[in-house]
């Protein structure tokens, strides 16, 4: 198990940054909603039936295992997984910037969609860069 490539390289670190984030989420669900750039409300003051708090750590949760699924992937090599993430990689920037564009999230979640396309274009430029040698 060890990463082989650029190509890994671009997974692992990827992998290592979600769980991280992840994890944060599932700590303090408040922390990563500020660094999204969303209004943090203290627990006493939500209504019974907010569940943002269920929502970020759902989220979270989907973070923190994705982040696992991308260093496993990059230290055993997974060469099909990190061709598959570079479309959806993609689609999430699209989806992610559409809200933000829409009013719907604010302006800081943009960095989101960011960090995914900077990680789909690096990902499938070492991919590329790999096949071309």
């Known amino acids: 198990m060890k990463i082989r490539d650029a190509a890994g390289w671009t997974i692992f670190i990827f992998g290592i940054l979600a769980f991280l984030l992840g ?3 599932l700590i303090r669900p408040e922390t ?8 943090v409300v203290e627990r006493a003051q939500r209504a019974a ?10 989220s979270s949760m989907a973070s923190f295992n994705m982040g696992v699924y991308y260093v496993f992937a990059a230290l055993n090599d997974v060469k099909i997984f990190y061709r598959w993430t570079v479309p959806f990689r993609v689609v999430t920037f ?7 564009i829409a009013g719907i999230a604010p302006l800081k979640f943009l960095g989101v969609g960011i960090w995914e396309l900077v990680g789909a274009i690096s990902t499938g430029i070492a991919l590329y860069g790999k096949r071309s040698t």
């Not at 990563?32 to 209004?39: A, I, N, T, V």
């Not at 699209?94 to 933000?100: A, D, G, L, R, Y």
């Open 49 to 58: 039936s907010d569940y943002t708090i269920v929502f970020m750590t759902a």
């Open 32 to 39: 990563l909603l500020s660094l999204l750039g969303f209004e």
């Open 94 to 100: 699209v989806v992610f910037t559409t809200v933000v």
């Open 23 to 25: 994890l944060t989420g």
